[in-house]
């Protein structure tokens, strides 16, 4: 496995991998779900590139940059265990030298949910994908379902700026309670952790109700919010939403997605589940 850190030497590796390359972008600290990523671009393409960046751009001014949890070392491990061909985790100053002035925007769905309440926050993260697709040249990039917001950002960048990198998303990995995996679960106090569980919890309960005949995305809303609120989170949004523009959706005819934002403490939690009427099967899809 090689570990590089330069752009350049990123474009020399690149040119001597065996095609097609799966691309997993990650700020590290990696977890269960990033390594199903990794599974999957092994499964579909012959070398894969892991990206290992915390990346400056994405964080709010007062957010968690300085102290996002980092842990070179025991990524490395895991990348190596997983087979990934190459490592690419370059310095902050080599993704933005001083004179860096070019940013991607995704108008309109970066405005939304996340984007309201973290303005900027996908600038920073279309701009730095953009960046990485175009250092490594994958055919394929395999992203999470668990940022859901994100993936559709990155599917809708890709494609507007002929990008030739397929983005292929990938199910949220869960603990066993249902607690979706995140870097950000270690801050957790072990009360909050318990807590936590209500974000999947609220999901689930919006798809029973769904599957009761419930079609109204504003009830489907009030019953998360409702429950995550019992909980003693504190919710940012708990919406019901069309799967790809991602507007709000007053009645769910086929398929929505429902997503959820919450605190606790000083941790901030988001997830997302599809949300499928009776009658709505993945073959009609
Ligand atoms: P991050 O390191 O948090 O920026 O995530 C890197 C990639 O891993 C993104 O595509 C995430 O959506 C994905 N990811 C993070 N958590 C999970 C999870 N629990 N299950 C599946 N993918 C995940």
Sequence with gaps: MQVIETLD????????????????PTMGYLHDGHVSLIHRAHAECASVVVSIFVN??????????ERYPRDTPRDLALCEKAAVSVVFAPTPAEVYPPDFASYVEVTGLQDRWEGAIRPGHFRGVATVVAKLFRIVQAERAYFGEKDYQQLQIVRRMALDLCLDTDVISCPTIREPDGLAMSSRNV????????????????LSAAQSQLLGGETSGSSLSSTMKDLLVKAGLDVDYAAVVHPSSLEPLERIGREARALLAARLGPVRLIDN?????????????
């Design 9 to 24: 030497h990123m474009r020399a590796a690149r040119s001597a991998l065996r095609r097609p390359i799966g691309f997993v």
């Design 56 to 65: 400056p751009t994405q964080f709010l001014p007062g957010e968690d940059y």
């Design 187 to 202: 801050y957790l106090s072990a009360d909050d952790r318990q807590r936590a569980v209500a974000l999947f919890r609220a």
């Design 273 to 285: 589940a599809p949300l499928r009427p009776a009658t709505w099967s993945e073959t009609q899809k």
